[in-house]
C-alpha cells in the first residue's frame, strides 16, 4: 500500500521562503513520476511541479524561477523548495504519486495521479 506524507507547510510574509516534504512507503520515489499541486479555496487544483524517473522536471508558469523540485532517493522522498513566495502561493499543497503514466506531472497534459497525501497548507501573508 503506497502511502505519502507531506511536511515542512507553514506561515510566512511574501518573498520568504519554505520547503515541503513528501516521504513515500510501498513505492519507491526514485522509479516513478512524482509531483505536487495545490488547492486553494474555490478554486480548482492545481499542477506546480513534478519530476520523472529520470529527473526531467516541469512547473507551472505561474512557480518557475522560484520553486525547485528535487528527489532524495536515499530518503525516499522529494522536495519542494518554494522561494519569493506570494501571497496568491497560499493553498494546500499535496504531494501526488502517478504510476500510470501520462500526467501533467511528468509532460502529460492533465493533472491525475494514482496516490496523494493528505496535504500541507502554506499560508503566505502580503
Known amino acids: 500500500q503506497v502511502r505519502l506524507v507531506e511536511s515542512g507547510g507553514g506561515s510566512v510574509q511574501a518573498g520568504g521562503s519554505l520547503r515541503l516534504s513528501c516521504t513515500a512507503s510501498?513505492?519507491?520515489?526514485?522509479?516513478?513520476?512524482m509531483g505536487w499541486f495545490r488547492r486553494a479555496p474555490g478554486k480548482e487544483p492545481e499542477g506546480v511541479a513534478g519530476?520523472?524517473?529520470?529527473?526531467?522536471?516541469n512547473y507551472a508558469d505561474s512557480v518557475k524561477g522560484r520553486f525547485t523540485i528535487s528527489k532524495d532517493n536515499a530518503k525516499n522522498s522529494f522536495d519542494l523548495q518554494m522561494d519569493s513566495l506570494k501571497p496568491e502561493d497560499t493553498g494546500m499543497y499535496y504531494c501526488?504519486?502517478?504510476?500510470?503514466?501520462?500526467?501533467?506531472?511528468?509532460?502529460?497534459?492533465?493533472?491525475?495521479?494514482?496516490?496523494w497525501g493528505q496535504g500541507t497548507q502554506v499560508t503566505v501573508s502580503s
Open positions: 519530476i520523472d524517473s529520470d529527473g526531467t522536471t
Open positions: 510501498g513505492l519507491t520515489v526514485s522509479n516513478h513520476c
Open positions: 501526488a504519486a502517478d504510476w500510470s503514466g501520462g500526467s501533467w506531472f511528468c509532460g502529460g497534459s492533465a493533472i491525475r495521479y494514482n496516490d
